[in-house]
Each structure stands twice: as C-alpha cells, then as structure tokens.
C-alpha cells in the first residue's frame, strides 16, 4: 500500500493537452467507423494492438482485427451511426485510458439481402504515446448490454 501511495504522489498526471489529444483520437476512431473506411480504423491502433470483444478470446495485431471485423464472406458492413461518449479519461505519462459507452447502427448486407443491427455497450480503450508524440490505442475491450 506504501509503494502505490508513493507511485501516486510521484506520478506525472495526465495533461490537459494529452487528455484533448485522447479525445481526438476517440473522434478519429467513431470518424473512420462512420467513413467505413478500414484503414483508417487500423491507423489508429499500434501494430501490437489487442481488442477483447466480449465472450470471444483477444485479438491481438492489425491482420487478426481486419479479419474479426469485416470477415470475408462475402458481405459487406456499413455503419450508419455511431457514438462514443467518454466518461473518465486519465492517465500517466505516456499511458492513457478512456471508459464510457457507446451505441451504433450498421447495415449488413450479404447476397442482395439487407439486415439492420443496432448495438449499445460498455468500453474501455488504452493508449500509449509513441516517439513523436501522437496517441495510439493499444487495447479496447467491450461489454454489450441487452437491448
């Protein structure tokens, strides 16, 4: 308990600065959903990223989320809305957390046939500042809730 007092008062807090770039990152990351646009969405990840969706085992690396998230079956996802709404950001150094929760609609479409889906949950998203200084999530994990 010392040792977690101690870090604690020596710990450099998140800045305000850092917190905003959190923020824009967040933005980015709905932005790119919204764009459906995949590249844009892996950007946004550090190549050693690991997402934990729920009930499934993680996924660590761009290759593995590209193919968790848009499978090639044949169909084709399109995401009509989307929000992220952050509740808590904090942080040290050049570590950073942001919990809130989110809701979005999407399209499927396989076959010529059209299915609409909505989802709402529970996130938790991790980043690490890189070398020149940009904001990068390393790790987002979610809890979908019942409709």
């Not at 500042?129 to 990068?136: D, H, L, S």
Request: aromatic share 12%.
């Amino acid at each position: 308990m010392v040792a977690w007092i101690s870090w604690m008062l020596t710990a450099v807090v998140l800045s305000q600065s850092d917190a905003a770039a959190i923020r824009r990152v967040d933005s980015a990351y709905v932005d790119a959903w919204l764009s459906n646009d995949r590249a844009a969405v892996l950007r946004l990840f550090a190549p050693d990223a690991v997402i934990v969706p729920q009930n499934r085992q993680p996924i660590a690396g761009h290759k593995d989320m590209s193919t968790f998230w848009w499978p090639e079956d044949g169909g084709k996802t399109t995401i009509t809305s989307f929000k992220n709404e952050i509740l808590e950001i904090g942080g040290s150094g050049d570590l950073a957390f942001s919990r809130g929760t989110y809701a979005f609609t999407f399209d499927y479409e396989i076959k010529g046939e059209v299915k609409k889906f909505s989802n709402r949950g529970n996130y938790l998203m991790l980043f690490r500042q890189e070398k020149g200084g940009e904001w990068r999530i390393t790790h987002r994990m979610w809890s979908d809730l019942k409709p």
